[in-house]
Each structure stands twice: as C-alpha cells, then as structure tokens.
C-alpha cells in the first residue's frame, strides 16, 4: 500500500516562509508526477499550485511564481514546498499528490492527508 505523509504546515505571518515536505512510502516501481494542491476555506475543489516532472520540470500557478518553490528528492521519494513571502490569502489546506507506477503497466494517484497552513495579515 503506498503512502503520502506531509509535513511543515501551521500558522505563520504576512511575509513570512514555511516549508512542506511529502513522503510516499510502500511498494512502488516508479513516481512520475508530484504536485501540490490547496484547497481554500469555503471552497470545495483543489486547485494545483504546483508540479513537477520526474526529470524535475516544474508548473506553478500565476499567483504563486516567484515566491514558491518545488522540488524532489527522487532517492528518497519526497517531494517539498518551499513557501516564501506567504499572504493570507495563501491559508489553505495543502495536500500533496504522486503519480505512481505500481508495477508494469499500473499507474495509480494518491493524495496526502493534508496539512493546514494559515497566514495571518
């Protein structure tokens, strides 16, 4: 069974950094595509902020370029958020996201548990 596990969120200032990190543990072949998604208060769908490839190409959402920062460590299966001049309108409930190839020909998605950063003004 594959996990995702998170860590890093909480409360911090207008301004301020945080840094998300994201596990995947069990039996896997491969993991192609990580990403980070948010879903705001009030609001029931997840929106991507970003993602990265394999080969480390990297997406972000326009409202996060410049202050967020992706990246992975594919020797230890983790994936990070690293979180620079956050707003409060960055207050959301993270979760991170892996495309996995369980074996030959099986690819699956998983998810995080989440994990809750709020900004305050």
């Known amino acids: 069974q594959v996990q995702l596990v998170e860590s890093g969120g909480g409360l911090v200032q207008a301004g301020g950094s945080l840094r998300l990190s994201c596990a995947a543990s069990g039996s896997m072949f491969s993991i192609h595509t990580m990403g980070w998604y948010r879903q705001a208060p009030g609001k029931q769908q997840r929106d991507l902020v970003a993602s990265i490839s394999s080969s480390g190409s990297t997406n972000y959402v326009d409202s996060v370029k410049g202050r967020f920062t992706i990246s992975r460590d594919n020797a230890n299966n983790t994936e990070y958020l690293q979180m620079n001049s956050l707003k409060p309108e960055d207050t959301a409930l993270y979760y991170c996201?892996?495309?996995?190839?369980?074996?030959?020909?099986?690819?699956?998605?998983?998810w995080g548990q989440g994990t809750q950063v709020t900004v305050s003004s």
């Open positions: 996201y892996a495309h996995i190839q369980r074996s030959r020909g099986i690819f699956s998605d998983y």
